[in-house]
């Protein structure tokens, strides 16, 4: 039986273990924002093509947070729908700017489709404007899913699945759907033409480091020979 979580030494710190879940890395997931994506409200939402955006992001720190408001007032009024109220409330729901703020059942960073400056995030439309990858301009958390880095308490172990419903807390079973709850019968995201470990090489690399990266790569595609060859 081949294994479904994989572990990799850390060449970045030592003493650290990263636990893949080779399973997902393996699979044809892809996005589909725009494809059918239902969206993480309770009733279906494709309409809306809100995507994960319903809510407002959660910011990782204190720079990410910087970094987003000084990112957020260079965006071209015609490319941010929600720039007057950016502009006049700033971009945060709280004081701590640990989240973004929500408007029109929405966070403040997307566009809706009837927006004539593109639909979708302000801050990904932005990235791409300024040839740039969206990695770097969007919060962590949202260019890193459906990829989740769970981390032990002692730092010794850091576990890499994809997001699932009893993360998103007390709303997560009442959603409509998860993406990566699919399977074979009802396959939604899982129709990629490459496997996550390729289709999502950039988020990887920025999320593990480069030389990371490659080992994880390696040990997912000897899992998958070796699969093939029992």
């Given at each position: ?35 059918g994506c239902q969206g993480i409200l309770d009733d279906p939402a494709e309409e809306l ?66 927006f004539a400056g593109g639909v979708g995030c302000a801050l990904h439309i932005g990235a ?103």
């Amino acid at each position: 039986m081949v294994e479904q979580f994989l572990e990799v030494d850390d060449p970045y710190q030592s003493g650290r273990r990263w636990r893949i879940d080779a399973e997902f890395l393996s699979s044809n997931w892809s996005c589909v924002w725009g494809r059918g994506c239902q969206g993480i409200l309770d009733d279906p939402a494709e309409e809306l093509q809100q995507g994960c955006c319903s809510h407002g992001a959660e910011v990782l720190d204190q720079d990410e947070a910087m970094t987003i408001a000084a990112l957020a007032a260079s965006l071209d009024p015609a490319r941010f729908e929600n720039h007057a109220t950016a502009s006049s409330d700033g971009i945060f729901s709280n004081e701590a700017k640990t989240h973004t703020r929500v408007v029109n059942d929405a966070c403040i960073f997307f566009n809706r489709p009837e927006f004539a400056g593109g639909v979708g995030c302000a801050l990904h439309i932005g990235a791409l404007d300024n040839d740039e990858p969206p990695t770097d301009w969007k919060p962590s958390i949202c260019w890193q899913a459906p990829l989740k880095a769970d981390h032990a308490a002692d730092g010794t172990l850091v576990t890499l699945r994809p997001w699932t419903r009893r993360d998103w807390g007390p709303g997560g079973e009442t959603m409509a759907w998860m993406c990566t709850d699919c399977n074979d019968d009802n396959p939604a995201a899982f129709v990629g033409e490459e496997p996550v470990v390729v289709s999502l090489k950039h988020e990887l690399s920025e999320l593990l480091g480069p030389e990371l990266y490659e080992a994880v790569a390696n040990a997912v595609n000897q899992r998958e020979s070796d699969q093939r060859d029992s």
